[in-house]
Structure formats: C-alpha cells, structure tokens
C-alpha cells in the first residue's frame, strides 16, 4: 500500500517540480518519505544556521538537520552568551560545525533558513533579525516573553513570503 500510495504522489516525466499538481501531491506525502524519493535533480539542500543553543531543543534540532544531511546542509551555529558556550557548545551536535557570529552568518552566501533557538526571551528579537533578511524561520515554542511582540512577528511574516513555523518538539 506504501509503495502504491508512494507511486501515485510522484510526479510523472512531463511533470515539473513548479507545477501545482506536484506542490500539492508533495504537500500530502511525508517529508521523510519525499527526502529518500524525490530524484536529487529537483532538490537543492536547504542552507539553514541555528542561532542559539541555550533553548532546551537546540541539540534536537541540530541533531535532526544533521541527520537529514540529504534535505539541509548546516552553514553555522550563532551563541553569543559564554554561559551556554561553555556549557554546550562542544556537544557532539554541534562538532564541525562553525561558530559565527548572527551577522556573519546573514552574510553566507545562499542561506535560506535559520533555526532558532535561543532562551526564551531571545526568540522572538532574533527571529525578527532573520525576518529583516527575508530569511524562513525555524522557531521553537514559546512565542518568546512578551506576546504583543510575537504577534508584530507573526504579522510582519505573513506580509512577506518566508514564513515562520512554529514547533512544539
């Protein structure tokens, strides 16, 4: 059943990735399923940074994007705070990866997404520099300290086209 449910959402040799009926068929299948099926010609990996490690997903997120090395290639990891530095950064899910600073790494050529991944009240002011840079975002559960500035976020995003998602891990 799989197998025939798998058939029936790829698209066909006349079909693009650009077309409707593909987004659509796409949209229904599993992303793990489109990531071991999906022809390498019509993905690209996504460039995605992290900023933030203090939150308490941080090492889970970092560790999925690590996993899923086919879907996202890991530009950088951003920690301004020594504390969270010292205490977590060099855990194994951060190893080899680089260490930068937020406006460096705005600066990688080709980044389309960031984690976020900050405390708390970090979230919603570093998920907003990203969306400055038209940047999709990753952010995860609480919408930060103060909810009148996550909702001028979360209008200012959907005025635009990268959008913000929220997760509850």
């Known amino acids: 059943r799989l197998e ?5 959402s790829l698209p066909d040799a006349t079909e693009t990735a650009q077309s409707d009926s593909f987004i659509a068929r796409m949209s229904l ?52 705070d020594p504390q969270w530095r010292r205490r977590r950064g060099d855990w194994e899910c951060y190893r080899g990866i680089p260490w ?5 790494l705005f600066r990688v050529p080709g980044l ?9 009240f970090g979230l919603v002011p570093a998920a907003r520099r990203c969306a400055e840079h038209n ?11 103060d909810l009148a500035a996550f909702d001028r976020l979360r209008q200012g995003v959907e005025e ?10």
């Open 100 to 104: 930068m600073s937020e406006e460096e």
């Open 135 to 145: 940047l999709h975002i990753h952010m995860d559960k609480p919408g930060g300290d």
């Open 112 to 120: 389309q997404a960031v984690a976020v991944e900050t405390d708390g």
């Open 4 to 8: 025939t449910s798998l058939a029936a």
């Open 29 to 80: 299948t599993p992303s793990p399923v489109i990531a071991t099926v999906l022809p390498a010609f019509l993905m690209e990996r996504i460039r995605i940074g992290q900023i933030g490690i203090g939150h308490n997903h941080g090492s889970e997120k970092m560790n999925t994007l690590r996993r899923l090395s086919d879907l996202f290639e890991v530009v950088g990891v951003v920690e301004d």
């Open 160 to 169: 635009r086209d990268p959008p913000l998602q929220m997760v509850r891990n």
